[in-house]
């Protein structure tokens, strides 16, 4: 058996998940202001049955960033010179974050060409000379980019061990061609971001590890990654930036196996707000370019989402406006049918009789009808905003919030909500898979380049903890650089698998 828990910004969810696939419990508990004690609660609620796994999906990462707290200063070393002087690192980011993060930029020899070749040697000097001035400003923290490192990452490899043998033990190295994609500086921001979470990371993992313990649950954590897989406690020390959009990610996944459906979209409304996304195969789509967190522009794995300032705990203003606002944790206490003062769009749909929660009788006195209306033609505009055809397309509707939508939404009529849709984002935790993904440029003959680029797939997701045989296929995508001579192709394949329990036990 699993256990699955998903932390969001008004309630920590948890479920059971039995050998067979099927739900055996579910619990729906306040998140707490420090989170972890949720997820103990969470977990005492649930009970201590022999359990094989634990999966977490948690918001602790992307709100220190969102908030610019918690975060250590790095020293960001980018490898490209002559190239790239103009763009130092950092140069786009707010300045607020820039200031919470930035400990010194360093712009050093080094970099490849799109087809590997070097734009200049390496300077192992220059790097030992970079280590001792990042030694002197004791900083710990160390962000290494270099040029079309997805093609060749030589330089940021040797740069990283020299770096090590000179700051000693204690010093955390995050390599931009292990968290991002092609294109520098949105790679580089991104490996920025992870190099300032490292340290936040090491407690968090182990703040979890502790509520295990407490609640008196033996067995391996993982934590949920963007892309709908897995990933162990020390991935998760090492790669904190790789959980940011695990909460929608598992709601959709989680959706996916509720309602027995690969291809849909899917509304998830929790408390505070509503993600839609859209399920291709059973994984969520991603993200094609790049994506913006807290005003940072990054190019790892992450859904393809539009958010809305909608949720249960949404504070409904005097003209009828629901959100952006929410009571979040706060809703068993400040909304109306639980005897508060505030008048939320939880309030909305128990009026309606949408849902029997709290005491009906305290809101018998409103109209929910033209709010709730706007609610629904709101959600099915970004429904709409997200189909890439005029094909029909089935709606699964998921989160405690989504009893505020009805089972119709102009001009989609098929609307489901599945059993368990409550507490669909932490049966997305607990059924996720082990993956491995590349993305490089590659240079040669069509089925050459992707038979390699699947194998490499397939032999990433089995290092990763996935069941040897298990491992498919579920992502190909091909990209010609049509700018590039010799038939350079930009190919992404990503490959999932069962995630194989005796080989973590070994």
């Given amino acids: 058996m699993r256990i699955g828990i998903d932390v969001g910004g008004t309630n920590t969810d948890a479920v059971l998940i039995g050998d067979a696939d099927e739900v055996l419990a579910t619990v729906k508990s306040p998140t707490t202001a420090d989170v972890t004690t949720g997820v103990a609660g969470a977990l005492e609620a649930l009970g201590t049955a022999e359990v094989s796994a634990v999966m977490i999906g948690t918001t602790h990462f992307v709100n220190a960033l969102v908030e610019a707290s918690r975060l250590e200063p790095v020293a960001a070393v980018r490898l490209g010179l002559p190239a ?3 763009l130092p690192p950092m140069v786009d980011w707010p300045d607020r974050l820039r200031t919470a993060v930035e400990g010194r930029t360093y712009l050093c020899r080094g970099g490849h060409e799109f087809d590997g070749r070097p734009i200049s040697d390496l300077d192992e000097e220059e790097i030992r000379r970079v280590a001792g001035d990042i030694a002197a400003r004791g900083l710990r923290s160390v962000a290494i980019s270099s040029v079309f490192s997805p093609v060749s990452a030589e330089f940021e490899l040797r740069a990283a061990e020299i770096l090590a043998a000179e700051l000693g033990p204690g010093v955390h190295l995050s390599l931009s061609h292990e ?3 092609v294109g520098l500086l949105a790679r580089e921001n991104a490996t920025i971001v992870n190099a300032a979470l490292r340290s936040l990371a090491v407690g968090i993992v182990d703040a979890f590890g502790g509520a295990l313990l407490a609640a008196g649950i033996d067995a391996p954590l993982f934590l949920s990654q963007n892309d709908g897989t897995l990933m162990d406690v020390e991935q998760a020390r090492r790669y904190p930036v790789a959980t940011f959009a695990s909460g929608p990610t598992n709601s ?10 690969t291809d849909c979209a899917v509304v998830d409304i929790g408390g505070t707000t509503t993600d839609v996304g859209v399920l291709v195969g059973g994984f969520p789509r991603e993200a094609a370019g790049e994506a913006e ?6 190019n790892f794995r992450i859904p393809d989402v539009l958010s809305l300032g909608i949720g249960g705990g949404s504070i409904v203003s005097e003209d009828g406006t629901t959100g952006p606002r929410s009571v979040g944790y706060r809703l068993p206490s400040e909304a109306l049918v639980f005897g508060g003062s505030t ?3 939880t309030d909305l749909a128990v009026a309606a009789g949408y849902a029997k929660i709290g005491d009906p009788s305290l809101v018998s006195h409103i109209d929910p009808r033209d709010a709730l209306r706007r609610i629904a033609e709101r ?6 905003r997200m189909r890439t055809s005029s094909a029909p397309l089935p709606v699964v509707a998921v989160g405690g919030g989504s009893v505020l939508i009805p089972d119709r939404l102009p001009g989609f009529d098929d609307v489901r909500r599945p059993d368990h849709f409550a507490v669909a984002n932490a049966v997305g935790a607990a059924i996720a898979q082990v993956g491995g993904e590349v993305d490089r440029v590659f240079s040669g003959a069509r089925e050459t380049v992707l038979d390699e680029a699947r194998a490499e797939a397939v032999s990433r997701a089995e290092r990763a903890g996935a069941r040897p045989g298990s491992v498919r296929i579920v992502d190909v995508e091909e990209i010609p650089l049509a700018y590039l001579p010799g038939n350079a192709t930009r190919v992404r394949v990503k490959a999932v698998g069962d995630l194989d329990l005796e080989k973590i036990d070994a």
């Fill in 293 to 298: 967190l807290a005003g940072v522009r990054t």
């Fill in 343 to 345: 008048l939320t769009a």
């Fill in 379 to 384: 959600v099915a505009v970004t429904v709409d």
């Fill in 179 to 181: 968290i991002g994609r």
């Fill in 84 to 86: 790239t002087a103009a």
């Fill in 252 to 261: 959709m996944r989680g959706a996916a196996f509720l309602s027995g459906l």
